[in-house]
């Protein structure tokens, strides 16, 4: 009886390890084969899940916001997080809308950069930041729909 508890306890552990570095296999191989722009390799899963999804590509990292404030330039940020449910409602619109429009909406990641955020007053996510002239000129919190970001992109971006 014993011999067979030892020699299911084993199977256990060795289908757990397999689990294991099958997960880093896939991981490691979604971080090498698809553009990694966060200039790490110790990301949360929740954001190497969506390295090849197209919608969060166009990211920009803390410091060339932070240049891009200071330099006075006009720029438009979605600051989200992988985790968020009303990120993931929102961006599936959104993005397409501001590609519609012609707006280069960088995104800034808050699952991976959590800090950065307050630095320009966001509190919570989704939240879309205008910046111009190194100030922010209007942001809109919250999942919204199409029609609210459609206006606040025509108000205060594509004046």
């Known amino acids: 009886m014993q011999k067979k508890m030892i020699a299911i306890i084993a199977v256990i552990v060795v289908l757990f390890a397999a689990l294991l570095l099958a997960n ?3 991981n490691n191989k979604a971080l090498n084969d698809n553009e990694n722009p966060y200039g790490t390799n110790d990301l949360d899963q929740a954001t190497i899940d969506q390295l090849d999804n197209p919608l969060y590509g ?3 990292l803390p410091d060339e ?3 891009k404030v ?4 006009k720029l438009t940020v979605y600051f989200y997080s992988p985790t968020c449910s009303f990120c993931q409602k929102t961006t599936p619109y959104l993005v397409p809308l501001t590609e519609d429009l012609g707006i280069d909406m960088k995104k800034l990641n808050l699952l991976e950069f959590g800090s950065e955020g307050s630095k ?3 509190k919570s996510t989704p939240t879309v930041v205008h910046f111009d002239d190194g100030e922010v000129v209007a942001s809109i919190i919250g999942q919204r729909t199409e029609e609210e970001y459609t ?3 025509n108000e205060f971006v594509l004046e």
Not at 70 to 73: A, F, H, I, L
């Open 24 to 26: 880093n296999y896939k």
């Open 58 to 60: 166009n990211q920009i």
């Open 70 to 73: 200071e330099n006075g330039d």
């Open 151 to 153: 206006a606040f992109f």
């Open 120 to 122: 320009y007053g966001v």
């Open 65 to 67: 916001l932070e240049e």
